[in-house]
């Protein structure tokens, strides 16, 4: 059945750099835009990134503009998050999510992964 | 960017009793020249990813249960569960996605008493 997995989380200090990937399968990724989200300790959701299906177009939220970046790699089924010059406001579970489109809800998501940025 | 208002943020209620929940948007998320409403909520269980319940505000997910509902129109949304069962147990949000910025509603709280 479809499925994400996201991988690369952990601890950093602040300052530094981190690159998630999410592994999906059990659709066609190729055909579909892609989004990260995260959730911080105690507090609700945010979207932060999306990618279009060709990953020829992004789009990010404010609070990680010129920080953030995504990515994804279709041949190898693969969405990536480089995460640049993290805060501690940055520390929460990402999700990788398979996003209908800009003007749509997100349909498939992953377990999520730990971002923790603390020195 | 959008606001999303949930209330009540937690709620306690018996089994088999009904759980509503209200989601208000700072603007209108009906658009009138496709006649939909853009808005979506989503249960998310202790441990599990967040699943999408309805979208269109009314439209029901395949698979979930029909003792869910979901209601409204314009700022004003409702997410109700009939006969509340212990799987129902999770913190359950809107999200809309009628602009970017797609935003959430802070979520709400569903347990047993």
């Known amino acids: 059945q479809a499925q994400l997995v996201e991988s690369g989380g952990g601890l950093v200090k602040p300052g530094g750099s981190l690159r998630l990937s999410c592994a999906a399968s059990?659709?066609?990724?190729?055909?579909?835009?892609m989004s990260w989200i995260r959730q911080a300790p105690g507090k609700g959701l945010e979207w932060i990134s999306y990618?279009?299906?060709?990953?020829?177009?992004?789009n990010e939220a404010d609070s990680v503009k010129g920080r953030f970046t995504i990515s994804r790699d279709n041949a190898k089924n693969s969405l990536y998050l480089q995460m640049n010059a993290l805060t501690v406001e940055d520390t929460a579970v990402y999700y990788c999510?398979?996003?209908?489109?800009?003007?749509?809800?997100?349909?498939?998501w992953g377990q999520g992964i730990l971002v923790a940025v603390s020195s | 960017d959008i606001v999303m208002t949930q209330s009540p943020d937690s709620l306690a209620l018996s089994l088999g009793e009904r759980a509503t929940i209200n989601c208000k948007s700072s603007?209108?998320?009906?658009?009138?020249?496709?006649?939909?409403?853009?808005l979506t909520w989503y249960q998310h269980k202790p441990g599990q990813p967040p699943k999408v319940l309805f979208y269109?505000?009314?439209t029901r997910e395949s698979g979930v249960p029909d003792r869910f509902s979901g209601s409204g129109s314009g700022t004003d949304f409702t997410l109700t569960i009939n006969s509340l069962q212990t799987e129902d147990v999770a913190i359950y949000y809107c999200?809309?996605?009628?602009?970017?910025?797609?935003?959430f509603g802070q979520g709400t709280k569903v347990e047993i008493k």
């Open positions: 999510v398979r996003d209908r489109g800009p003007r749509s809800w997100f349909d498939l």
């Open positions: 059990g659709f066609s990724f190729s055909d579909y835009y």
């Open positions: 990618i279009n299906s060709p990953g020829s177009y992004t």
């Open positions: 603007q209108s998320l009906f658009y009138s020249s496709t006649n939909k409403n853009y």
């Open positions: 269109w505000a009314s």
């Open positions: 999200q809309q996605f009628y602009t970017t910025p797609r935003t």
